[in-house]
C-alpha cells in the first residue's frame, strides 16, 4: 500500500537548521512528484511548493526562496525539506504529500507531519 | 499571494447538507477548473476529497460534491454524519506550477 513517512519531532534554537524527510513506499516513487505544505499552530494549511522526482527540479512558493530547499535521494525513494536559519514562525506541522499533478490538485497521499518547534 | 477565502465555520444536523464556499480571483479559482478540497480531522493529515473541481478519488463517499461559478467554488456535504466534523480546506491552481490554499472551514455537526 502506498505510505509516506516522515521524520519524528525536531526541537530547534533559533537560526539552527533542520531536515525532514518523507519516504515513500508502495509506489515508483518517480512517477508522482513531492509537495509540501505546513501548518502551524491552530492555522491553515500554507503551500510551500513541490519538487519533480525525475529531474529534481524544486519549485517554492513565493516567500519561501533561499532558507528552504527541497531535495531527493532516489535511491531510497525519499524526499527531503531542509530549512536554515531556524525563525520562531516556521514552528509548523510540515506534510509533505505525493502529487499525479501539481495543476489538478490530486494530492492523494499525505505523509502523517513533522512538528517542528524553534523555540530557545 | 492572499489565501483562499472560506468562511471560518459552517454547521447543519445529521442528515441535512451543507455547501463551504472558496472564493479567490481570475488568477485562481476563476482561471483554472483545478479546484480541490481536503479534510483535516484533528492531529491527523489533510484527506483528499475532491480535485479537479468535481471529481472524487476512490473510497471518498458521494456525500461530497464540488462545483464552481465563476471565482467562488463549493463543497456540498449531503447526508451530514458526526465523523463529517472536520476542518475542510479548498487549493487552487494559481499559475506558475504553484498552489494556493483557503483559510479552512470548521464544520460542526450539530
Given at each position: 500500500?502506498?505510505?509516506l513517512v516522515?521524520s519524528?519531532?525536531e526541537?530547534?534554537?533559533?537560526g539552527?537548521s533542520?531536515k525532514?524527510?518523507c519516504?515513500?513506499s508502495?509506489y515508483?516513487f518517480?512517477?508522482f512528484?513531492i509537495?509540501?505544505?505546513?501548518?502551524?499552530?491552530?492555522?491553515?494549511?500554507?503551500?510551500?511548493?513541490?519538487?519533480?522526482?525525475?529531474t529534481g527540479?524544486?519549485?517554492y512558493?513565493q516567500?519561501f526562496?533561499?532558507?528552504?530547499?527541497?531535495s531527493?535521494d532516489t535511491s531510497?525513494?525519499t524526499a527531503?525539506?531542509?530549512?536554515?536559519?531556524?525563525?520562531?514562525e516556521d514552528?509548523?506541522?510540515?506534510?509533505?504529500?505525493r502529487?499525479?499533478?501539481?495543476?489538478t490538485?490530486?494530492f492523494?497521499?499525505?505523509?502523517?507531519g513533522?512538528?517542528?518547534?524553534?523555540?530557545? | 499571494?492572499s489565501?483562499?477565502?472560506?468562511?471560518?465555520?459552517?454547521?447543519?444536523?445529521?442528515g441535512q447538507?451543507?455547501?463551504?464556499?472558496c472564493t479567490?480571483?481570475r488568477?485562481?479559482v476563476?482561471?483554472y477548473n483545478?479546484v480541490s478540497?481536503?479534510?483535516?480531522?484533528?492531529?491527523?493529515?489533510?484527506k483528499?476529497?475532491i480535485?479537479e473541481?468535481n471529481k472524487?478519488?476512490s473510497?471518498?463517499?458521494?456525500?461530497?460534491s464540488?462545483?464552481?461559478s465563476g471565482?467562488?467554488?463549493?463543497?456540498t456535504?449531503?447526508?451530514?454524519?458526526a465523523?463529517?466534523?472536520?476542518d475542510?480546506?479548498c487549493s487552487?491552481y494559481?499559475?506558475s506550477?504553484?498552489v494556493?490554499f483557503?483559510?479552512?472551514?470548521k464544520?460542526?455537526?450539530?
Open positions: 500500500q502506498v505510505q516522515q519524528g519531532s526541537l530547534k534554537m533559533p539552527a533542520v525532514v524527510s519516504k515513500a508502495g515508483t518517480n512517477y512528484a509537495i509540501w505544505v505546513r501548518q502551524a499552530p491552530g492555522q491553515g494549511l500554507e503551500w510551500l511548493g513541490w519538487i519533480h522526482t525525475n527540479n524544486p519549485t512558493a516567500g526562496t533561499g532558507r528552504f530547499l527541497f531527493l531510497v525513494s527531503y525539506l531542509h530549512i536554515r536559519s531556524l525563525k520562531s514552528t509548523a506541522v510540515y506534510y509533505c504529500a502529487a499525479s499533478s501539481i495543476l490538485g490530486n492523494d497521499y499525505w505523509g502523517q513533522t512538528l517542528v518547534t524553534v523555540s530557545s | 499571494q489565501a483562499l477565502t472560506q468562511p471560518p465555520s459552517a454547521s447543519g444536523s445529521p447538507s451543507v455547501t463551504i464556499s479567490g480571483t488568477s485562481d476563476g482561471g483545478y478540497w481536503f479534510q483535516q480531522h484533528p492531529g491527523t493529515a489533510p483528499l476529497l480535485f473541481v472524487r478519488p473510497g471518498v463517499p458521494d456525500r461530497f464540488g462545483s464552481k471565482n467562488t467554488a463549493s463543497l456535504v449531503s447526508g451530514l454524519q465523523e463529517d466534523e472536520a475542510y480546506y487552487s494559481a499559475g506550477n504553484n494556493i483557503g483559510g479552512g472551514t464544520l460542526t455537526v450539530l
